[in-house]
């Protein structure tokens, strides 16, 4: 989720819950829709992602495919031995069992919170390797909220039900160890930032974003506070994406 970079700028952070995950408005493509805009601007506007599309849209028809992608979070040196899950009808199912602490997996956008706009998105998928601490705290709110989608829970329900159960110590509290790989180049984060950027995440209880002095000029720690979740997400930005290929730095 994000988690998956939701609510960050784009020049800072990926716009998902980390959030984020902006739509990017090319100026000429604002053009050349000018005059059809002019006509419908007293249409009401409507979501693209407003509701929940049709399941088989989330789910990869290929696992196998599905298991090459969650590895791509990762360098082969940690995803090749890492757990593989994968996402069925009735919730994550275990493909791999691995041995070095990692879990890989593909978040969809109900990682997000409830206010990114792609939280519906049918297209999003977001590679990720958490590592044990990652796993048995974080990764079980992301587990619920999959279920409650599966479950044909609207986004309301979703976001209640897991804060309740927070409320309630029926979720894990964050472990500070928690952490993340999101190095794949096949990312697809929404449809603004798409791939983003390669980055590492690291998962912390409550709103910590000014103890670690991310998003001050020229840090390189960059932090989404999550409400929803009550975590903050800080985003370490990486030089290669998994396979060794050059990233795009930092605006």
């Known amino acids: 989720m994000s988690q998956l970079g939701c609510g960050l700028r784009e020049d800072v952070m990926p716009n998902t819950t980390i959030s984020f995950l902006g739509a990017v408005i090319v100026a000429q493509t604002f053009l050349a829709a000018a005059p059809i805009l002019a006509k419908d601007q007293a249409r009401p506007a409507k979501a693209a992602y407003s509701a929940m599309a049709p ?5 990869m028809a290929d696992e196998k495919a599905e298991i090459a992608l969650a590895r791509t979070a990762a360098p082969a040196s940690i995803s090749g031995g890492a757990q593989v899950m994968v996402l069925r009808r ?23 919170s409830s206010d990114n706009p792609d939280f519906w998105n049918p297209k999003l998928r977001a590679p990720n390797c958490f590592n044990a601490p990652a796993t048995k705290t974080y990764v079980q709110i992301y587990f619920l909220k999959t279920k409650l989608a599966l479950a044909g829970k609207s986004k309301t329900e979703i976001t ?3 804060q309740a159960a927070l409320d309630k110590k029926e979720l894990p509290a964050i472990d500070p160890a928690s952490m993340a790989y999101m190095m794949s180049k096949q990312q697809y984060l929404g449809d603004g930032p798409k791939s983003w950027h390669s980055h590492m995440m690291f998962f912390l209880p409550g709103d910590v974003s000014k103890g670690w002095g991310a998003d001050l000029p020229d840090s390189p720690v960059m932090a989404q506070n999550d409400p929803e979740e009550r975590l903050t997400i800080l985003f370490v930005l990486a030089g290669k994406w998994s396979d060794g290929t050059p990233a795009p730095p930092m605006n």
């Not at 399941?55 to 789910?59: G, M, P, R, S």
């Not at 009735?90 to 997000?112: E, I, P």
């Open 55 to 59: 399941l088989d849209q989330y789910l």
């Open 160 to 162: 209640q039900t897991a």
């Open 90 to 112: 009735d919730g994550y199912a275990t493909v791999a069992k691995g041995g070095n602490g990692f879990m890989c997996l593909v978040q969809r956008g109900w990682a997000a």
